[in-house]
C-alpha cells in the first residue's frame, strides 16, 4: 500500500528524484540512545556517487537535516524525521510528458498505475535515489544493534563473471565486519578488486551496464528472533531487501543450492562450543523456523543490471502507439552494485532492529 | 509479529499440529461473490499427504468445516474461517520434553524463543500441516482472482539434479495452466516424471531426503498491481512465500541469472502487438518498480531437503548439555517439493488477491 | 477493514449468530504463562444470556473448545484460536430475504454494504452474540495484566434516570474491584440494584427497552503505557470500545464535564505520597498526553437501548420500496448493559495488554 | 504505537514544538487529482495561533513546504510529504531539564516513557503544534472528499456554560457547511458568539483557561462506509480523534443521552424520501453497526480547558522529591476550543478519507 516498512520500528520514506526533497519518517527509536552522527555520515557517503569510476559523476550532497527525534545526539522518543534537499538536479535531461518508458525502469508501470501522474523525472519516487533515506534509517537503527553486540556487513559477492569469496558462515571474524562496513568498495578478498572493476569498466566502454550481488551477514545476533510463518526473519528480510530497486532475487544461508541437496548433507548439526549451543554448518543461514539460531545469519541479492544503458533500445511511444527506439540520455552508473552494498546493510539493519524489539530483545 | 498475513485481505492461521485443529481466518472478502467448495477441496488434496510414494503414508483427513463467512455458496463478507480437525496423530511419537533438537528442523529455535512452552509434538505451529489453511485460503483467494481473469500454476521446476522444463516465460498456454493447478505431481514436461521420481526414490531408499524448486506463474494480470518500495509486488510474494516451511530463496523472472547479465541483454524492450503493450522478452518477470507490467508473473522458490531423515544425526541434549546423536522417527516425506506446488500457488493467490484490492482492482 | 485489533496481541473475531460457529484467534500472546481456564469460563458465563429477568431467556452453551494455543494450561506461544460452536439458533424467526430492516439495528447498512449478500438471521456478524469471543480474548488478556498487578473492573453506572455510585476517580479498593469483576449485575452501591432493575422491568413491561453506562476502572497500572498522538490509551480503548455493538459514546476520566470546567479546578495537582508521584484528584482518568500516570484509568461508555423491541415500528420494504412497519419477533434483552459490563472490562484488557506489550512492560 | 494513523491512506506526523521543523507524510493518496493550494492555506490559517484574542499571541508562519507528492497542483502517488519550519520559538520560557511538571500536561507521563530523554520545551511531540500537519492532512483529504460530494463542517458547540445550537441532526444546509468550514469562530448561531467569547475573555482575565465541546457533521456520506466491529466509523473516527490533545469525550448522534432513552425512541424510523431510504431521526449520527447509512454523521468531542494557566499550581520537583508550587510562564490560549474545530474537521477527514478509500468508494 505504501513506502512504509515495520512493526515496532516504522519508517515512511518520501521524496522524488528531482523535487523539493527526499527523507524519512522513523518512528519507534528508543528514547534516550545516542546517535554517533558522525557514523550516520559515514554510510551516507558510502552510498552516495561519484566516489569512484563505478558510479554516476553526478554529485548530491545527500546531507541530512534532522527536523525531530533527535536532541543534541540523543533520541527524545519522537519520530526521527530527517530530509535531504533535492539540490544537484538537471531535469533538461528528461522529458515532463511520458512518451516512451526506458526498458527495465518503471517508467511503464508507473504510467499506468499512475495514470500518468506520477512524476517522471529521474524516476520520481522509484529513483534509485530514494535509497539514501533508508541508508539514514539503517545507520541509525544500525547503531541501536551494535549496542545489543549485533554487526551488519556486505560486500560485493559478485559482479558479472567476477566474484569475490564468501563469507564462512559459521565464523566471521569481527575485523573483518568492521572493515566492510565502512569499505566503498567492500571486498572480502581484497585481491578480487581488480578483476571485478574491470567488469564494471568493460560495461561502461561498450555503453552497456553489468548486474551483480551483495552477500550480507549478521552476526551477534541472539537466538529467537522472528516470528513464526509469515513474520520469520526471512520473510521480514525479504519485504524490505526486495524494495531496494533492481534486486530480483533473493537466498538465506546456502540458498538455491540447497535445492540439489540431500537432506544428510544440508542438515546442520548442533554441537555445544564453549557451552553455547551452535552449527557445525550454517546451511540455513542462521535461521530455522523463521526463527533465529544464533548462529551468522547470511543472505544475498541477486541486482539485475542498471536499465539505463548509453546503447539504442527498443520500446513504444505512449502517445502515438508506435513501436520506436529510445537512446536513455543522463548519467548513470554502469553497475550499481558497489554502492547497494550499504543500502543492503541498512535495509537488514532496519529489518532487523524492527524484529528484535518485537522479540522484546 | 504473528501468522498473519495481508492489509486489505488479511488471513490469521491458527493450530499446532497435535493439537485440537488447525485453520484460517480470512477477513476481507468480497461479499456475494460464490465460491466452488468442491474447487477447494481439490485445492486441500493436493497439497495432502498420502497421494503417492514422494509422500508421507500419513492419511489427514483435512477436511475443512466452515464455520462462517459462508452462507450455501456466497461470502457473506463476514470472516471466513475454515477449521480442521486434527485426527490421526501419532504423539507417542514424540516425546513432551524437548531434549534432543532435531537438525534442520524449528525445535530449537522455537525452544528459546518460546522459552520451552511451545507444543514440540509434530513441530506444532511450525508443522508442515500448518500449509493446509494457506492452501485453503489461496484457492478461495484464487477463485476471486479466476473470476478477473487470473490464472496461476507452479510446478516442480526441479528435484536434486533433475530438472523440468521451465515455463516460456512470454506467452504461456492456458491449457497448460489449468492441467499443472489440478495436477498433483505437477510438471510441464511431463516426459520428466520419470527422472524426477527416480531422484525422491534414490533418496527414501537411503533414507535420506532431496530439495527443490517450484516455478510458480501468474497469467492475465493488469498492469499496475503493486505499491512502489516495501509493498511492491516482489516483496509481497516474498513475505508469504518465505512463510512456507523449508523456503530458503526466491528470484523473480530470470532472478540470479541476471546478476550475470550486461543491461543491453537483461533489459526487456517493450512491443506493442494487438494494440497492447508487452516486452518482448521478461527477465523481469512481470514486475517493474514493484508493479506488475501485464506479462506473466514468475518466481521460483528454493526448497530445502526435508529436515527429518532416517539416518542418525549428531545434535545436542538441552537437558544434559551434552553433545549426543538422534535418529528421527515418525512418517516424513523424502521430498515436499510434489505438496508443496500446490502450497506455493496458494500462497501467490493470497498475495496476489490481497495487492489487487488493495490497488482497486 | 476488519474484525481484527492489536499491534503486538492481536485478536481476529469471527462468526456469525445463526452459522456454524464464532469464535477469535489471538496472536502474539506470551509463551509459558498459565491461564486459569475455569476463570475464563467465569467471565463468559458473566455475559451469557438467561442469567436473569434483565436479560434474554435463551440459552447459549457459549463453551468455547481451544484448538490451539494452550497445551495444558500453559500458552504454548501459538496463536490461541477457540471456537463456540452455535447450537440453540431458531432461525425461523428471521427470514432469510431481507425485507425490512429493524431500525437501528446493522440490517440496512450491512444490506448495502454487502450487497445483499450478509448472512441476516440474528444480526449475522453484526450479533451481540459476538462479544463472546471478546470475552473470551479479554479473560485472556485479563490474566496477564493481573499477574503485573494491574485489575480490572466495570459496573453499571447507569440504566435509564438510575444510577449507581461512581468510581472514586483516586483510590479504589482492591476488594471492590475483585468484586465487581465477578458479578453478574455488577453495582458499587448494591443498594441502588433494585431502582435499576425497575428500569429495566419497566421497560420490559412496555414491550420497549432501556439504554445506559457502564463505568470501568483499571488499577495497578504503571506510569507509562500508550503512545503519543494515535496510538494513545484513550484511542486505542476507543478503537475496541466502540467495536462493542450499541456504544454511541466514550469518556474518560471527568469526561463531558471537563468541558464546562475551569483549568483550575480541572488540572490534577501532582503530589508525592508515600514516595510515588500521584495527582491529587484524577479529572484526566489517569491518563495524560495518551500516555498513563499511574492514578486509576476510568472511562465511561454510554449504550443505546437495545434496538428489538416488541412494539411496532416504521421501516421500509426494500424489496418493493414502500414505506411500512414492522413488529420484531424473537427472544431479545430489554436491556443490555448488564450484560455488556463483562464485555467492557474484556475491551479493556485486551486493549491494554496490547499496549502494555507495545510499552514493553 | 506510533504518531501515525491509517490503513489505506496513512499519515505519519513527526515534529516537535521546539525542534527543526514538524510536518507529516501522506501516503496512499489517489495519483492524477489536483489539489486546489490556496484552500489548504486557508484551512491552515483557521488553526494558527494570533488571529484573535481567545488565542496566543504568537505568531507562527506555519506555511508548509511540500517536499514530494505534489507536481505543480497534481498529486503524483507518492508520498505527500509537507514541512513546517519551526522559526518563532523562544525556548527560553522553558528549562532544559525537567523538575517540575505542569499538571495536566503530558510532562509526567512523557518524563517517565521516554526516561527523561523526550524533548521537553513546548511540550515537544505533546504539542498542541503537531495539529498544524494533521491539520495540513485533513486539508489535503478534504479535497479528495468534496469531489465525491462529502463536506465536512464542525463549529463550537459550547465553551464553559456558553452553548451554540446544534446540528438539525436530519437535514443540514449546505450553504451553513461551507460558512462553518471557512470561519475561524465557527458557530451556527452567530448570536452566540458575545456569550462564548466572554466565557474565554472571563476565564483570561482571571489567569485561568476553560474547555468545552466541538460538534462535527458529515454530509453526503454514501450509506455503506465502515468495517464491522473494530474498524467501524466510530472507531475510526475515534482513534484519530482522541489523537487530538485535550480530547477527553466523543459521542456519536444522541450519544450520552441515548443511555437515559427507552428503544421506542432512541430507534431511528426508516422511511423513504425521493426514492432514497432516510430516518425520519438521527440519534445514531449516521453510523449503524459501524457503518454508515447515509444520513448526516455527526459527532462531538469534548476538550479540557487549557493546561497552562497563569495562577500558582501544586506540583512536585522530581530531581528534588519534594512537593512545590509552578507557575507557568509562556504565552498560552485561554481557551483552545475555537482553534480546534479546524483541527477535528482535518481529524474526520482522514479517517473517513482513509475509510471510503478501504470501501472502495
Known sequence: ???????????????????????????????????????????????????????????????????????????????????????????????????????????????????????????????????????????????????????????????????DSRFCPTAIDADLMDRLSRSSFALIDETAEEAIRAEVERARLDGDSVGGTVECAVTGLPAGIGEPMFDGAEGAIAKIIFGIPAVKGLEFGAGFDLAAMRGSEANDAFRYADGRVVTETNHCGGILGGITDGMPLIFRAAFKPTPSIAQEQRTVNLQTGANTTLTVKGRHDPCIVPRAVPVVEAAAAVALADLMKGSGI
Open 1 to 163: 500500500m505504501s513506502s512504509t516498512y515495520g512493526e515496532n520500528i516504522k519508517i515512511s520514506v518520501f521524496g522524488e528524484s528531482h523535487g523539493g526533497g527526499i527523507g524519512v519518517v522513523i518512528d519507534g527509536l528508543p528514547a534516550g540512545e545516542t546517535i554517533d552522527f558522525d557514523a550516520v555520515l559515514t554510510q551516507m557517503a558510502r552510498r552516495a556517487p561519484g566516489r569512484d569510476k563505478t558510479a554516476t559523476p553526478r554529485r548530491e550532497s545527500d546531507l541530512p537535516q534532522v527536523l525531530s527525534g533527535l536532541l543534541g545526539n540523543t533520541l527524545t522518543g519522537a519520530p526521527l524525521c530527517a530530509v535531504i534537499q533535492n539540490t544537484n538536479t538537471r531535469s533538461g535531461d528528461y522529458g515532463n510528458l511520458l512518451d516512451c518508458p526506458r526498458p527495465a525502469h518503471s517508467d511503464y508501470t508507473a504510467y499506468i498505475k499512475y495514470k500518468g501522474a506520477n512524476d517522471i523525472r529521474g524516476g520520481g519516487h522509484f529513483s534509485g535515489r530514494l535509497t539514501a533515506p533508508l541508508v539514514f534509517a539503517g545507520a541509525v537503527c544500525r547503531q541501536l544493534l551494535n549496542k545489543r553486540g549485533v554487526r551488519i556487513a556486505a560486500h560485493i559477492a559478485s559482479i558479472g563473471a567476477a566474484r
